[in-house]
């Protein structure tokens, strides 16, 4: 099956957007934890905590777990333990088992809350040298073949806007050269 050249360039150029959306969503995931780290502290205790089979595969265990904690009179819940999710918090953290150690239900907690929105809350803030590197090179890896799918794609149509224009070759000329030839011959 062909696939017209244009179509193709749409598909990178798709791709590569796509690409670059993910790039900066991870940036953005990666600043949001780095900047929890200089958030305000509050109090509160696991409500629940257990070791769950993953959504995405039953060979996986992750830990469900949910805090409640307080900010002056009023009481928050939430389920983030990290900004990075729960799959990624969990490599990043140790195993759910471990977290499920360190955290048993009813257990005491201490939070960071982002000031502007108390609602959000962290577990574990802040980013270590070793998450920054690896945000870091996965949004260089990403944005960089996002780049390159882009400007591949935005090159393959201009290509095809150029040579859609452009006159067929010898169509222009050929009736201006017969016509020469006419009345060079009369």
């Known amino acids: 099956m062909h696939v017209p050249t244009v179509i193709k360039s749409f598909i990178t150029l798709g791709v590569g ?13 990666t600043l949001m934890q780095a900047v929890s780290a200089d958030w305000p502290r ?19 265990h992750e830990l469900d777990l949910e805090y409640t904690y307080a900010i002056g009179t ?10 990075f999710g729960r799959g990624l918090s969990q490599l990043l953290i140790g195993s759910a088992q471990d977290m499920y150690d360190a955290y048993p239900e009813g257990s005491a907690i201490e939070i960071a809350y982002d000031p502007s929105n108390p609602e959000r809350a962290v577990l574990r803030s802040g980013v270590t040298p070793l998450e920054f590197a690896g945000a870091g090179l996965l949004i260089l890896g990403i944005g960089g073949v996002a780049l390159g799918m882009f400007v591949h794609g935005a090159g393959g149509l ?15 000329q050929g009736p201006r050269r017969r016509g020469m030839q006419r009345a060079r011959a009369a």
């Open 74 to 83: 009023q009481w928050f819940v939430s389920d983030r333990l990290t900004f």
């Open 42 to 60: 509050a109090s509160g205790y696991v409500r629940s905590s257990e070791v769950v089979p993953s959504d995405a595969n039953p060979f996986i």
């Open 17 to 29: 957007l796509a690409l670059g959306v993910v790039a900066v969503r991870v940036a953005d995931t």
């Open 158 to 172: 201009m290509t095809q806007m150029k040579a859609a224009r452009a006159p067929a070759a010898g169509a222009a």
